[in-house]
């Protein structure tokens, strides 16, 4: 199965270099598969590398048999290990939430426009009493996350070490190695909202529907497709809404638009 994503990979980027295409011009389907298989293949070399020693590969499929959430990829869990093993991933991420919310709510005295301290209260208040915001609540609040102290090349260190495990990237990287990572991902994850977008939420399978969904910080294992739907939709409209600028918006969106959604609480 990983050969054939091999294969399809290399198709796509051969036709990228063909038609002088750039990532972003891609169909949504080739840009989640150039995404996915690059992470793929990222745990795959990391094998190859670790197994290349004399009598080496009998310790790779050691540690393979002991960690199979760390080193092998998706193709390779069970149903089982699927459900479990994102479950764990996501109770790490979820980890971050509070930290993410408790210093929106610290940086409220920060802004100077009388007006977006009321809406980031406002926020702040209805995500703390368990409350979904509305698409209009999140995107009021535009402004914000391109200056500081939000914007994207405002964030303090410790702010984007919990961002980071809030999107499953590691934490443990110097402050400008963290923001070019956080910068990249969040763009990445842009630039296939547009394409999902043009293509429409309708024409996804309910596997690709709940692997976006998750992929954006929802917990999809255990909500209907239709509610996932619905979701995602609502993360759409606020990110085709949004400037580069404000992407910093996108990023916290992770936290803002999923730690409430019906089923997510538990």
Not at 22 to 48: A, N, P, V, W
């Amino acid at each position: 199965m990983l050969w054939a994503d091999a294969k399809k990979a290399r198709r796509i980027k051969a036709n990228m270099w063909k038609y002088n295409m750039k990532f972003h011009q891609l169909s949504y389907r080739d840009m989640e598969h150039l995404r996915q298989f690059r992470r793929d293949i990222t745990k795959c070399l990391f094998l190859g590398i670790i197994s290349i020693p004399p009598f080496a590969n009998y310790l790779v499929f050691l540690l393979m048999y002991l960690f199979p959430r760390q080193l092998l990829i998706q193709h390779f869990w069970t149903p089982k290990q699927q459900i479990d093993f994102l479950d764990i991933y996501h109770a790490l991420r979820k980890q971050s939430h509070p930290e993410i919310l408790c210093y929106l709510e610290k940086i409220i005295p920060l802004i100077s426009d009388a007006g977006l301290r009321w809406h980031m209260t406002e926020l702040c208040t209805k995500i703390q009493r368990g409350t979904h915001p509305a698409i209009h609540d999140i995107l009021s609040l535009r402004e914000c996350f391109s200056i500081h102290p939000l914007g994207m090349n405002q964030l303090r260190a410790f702010q984007m070490k919990a961002l980071s495990r809030a999107m499953l990237l590691t934490p443990y990287l110097p402050s400008f190695l963290l923001r070019h990572r956080l910068k990249s991902h969040t763009t990445v994850i842009h630039q296939l909202d547009k394409a999902l977008a043009k293509l429409g939420i309708a024409q996804l399978t309910a596997q690709e529907v709940k692997l976006a969904c998750y992929l954006r910080g929802l917990n999809s294992t255990h909500i209907a497709e239709e509610r996932c739907r619905t979701w995602l939709g609502e993360w759409l409209q606020i990110s085709c809404s949004l400037k580069e600028a404000e992407l910093s918006l996108l990023l916290h969106n992770v936290v803002l638009l999923s730690t409430n959604y019906i089923g997510t609480r538990c």
